[in-house]
T-cell receptor, first 115, second 112 residues
Framework: ETGVTQSPTHLIKTRGQQVTLRCSSQ?????VSWYQQALGQGPQFIFQ???????GRGNFPPRFSGLQFPNYSSELNVNALELDDSALYLC??????????????FGEGSRLTVL | GENVEQHPSTLSVQEGDSAVIKCTYS??????FPWYKQELGKGPQLIID?????GEKKDQRIAVTLNKTAKHFSLHITETQPEDSAVYFC???????????FGTGTRLLVSP
């Protein structure tokens, strides 16, 4: 167990809808990252939040957005859902301290199916 | 940007054998290389990592080696057990960037 919890575990949406995924980071961690994992592939970096601000973004369109709260929990929002958004969405927390690279610990993920 | 290649895509071994998974990376500025194990329906679990100032790291049956000159790193699992069966991912993190770049994964099957 990593201490990173995600909700919901599974959900089904239709094209054009919006979805919000939630993540609670491991105790003591100040940074949250979100990854998208399509079936049979490795996770792809969406973005990272540190001190409630976006601190790096991968090659994802603006309809992917996020928030980090003062307790370091986070949300991933996806608007105007497309079929290709069907994937496992992974939240990972870490303790970032300046230039020191923190180990990344993943939650179990939220599996999104878009019909 | 960074690109990570991983081989083989599938690996079948008998219980007790050793397994080796290899990855290459493209960005010489990468300085952190973790390995993750992902079981069916679960998130990736960090099993071992290595930083660029170290050539080898070992944790019980698992070891990782890093060759910075050749830009490749490998995962070695000795005395494999059926519970080692899973998908393994390597990753690299470029200096100054926040993201991990993952390989495509290796499905390891350990037969009793």
């Amino acid at each position: 167990e990593t201490g990173v919890t995600q909700s919901p575990t599974h959900l089904i949406k239709t094209r054009g809808q919006q979805v919000t995924l939630r993540c609670s980071s491991q105790s003591g961690h100040n940074t949250v990252s979100w990854y998208q994992q399509a079936l049979g592939q490795g996770p792809q970096f969406i973005f990272q939040y540190y001190r409630e601000e976006e601190n790096g973004r991968g090659n994802f369109p603006p309809r992917f957005s996020g928030l980090q709260f003062p307790n370091y929990s986070s949300e991933l929002n996806v608007n105007a859902l497309e079929l290709d958004d069907s994937a496992l969405y992974l939240c990972a927390s870490s303790l970032e301290q300046g230039a020191l690279t923190g180990e990344l610990f993943f939650g179990e993920g939220s599996r999104l199916t878009v019909l | 940007g960074e690109n990570v290649e991983q081989h083989p895509s599938t690996l079948s071994v008998q219980e007790g054998d050793s397994a080796v998974i290899k990855c290459t990376y493209s960005d010489s500025a990468s300085n952190y290389f973790p390995w993750y194990k992902q079981e069916l329906g679960k998130g990736p679990q960090l099993i071992i990592d290595i930083r660029s100032n170290v050539g080898e790291k070992k944790d019980q049956r698992i070891a990782v080696t890093l060759n910075k000159t050749a830009k490749h790193f490998s995962l070695h699992i000795t005395e494999t057990q059926p519970e080692d069966s899973a998908v393994y991912f390597c990753a690299a993190r470029p200096t100054g960037f926040q993201k991990l770049v993952f390989g495509t994964g290796t499905r390891l099957l350990v037969s009793p």
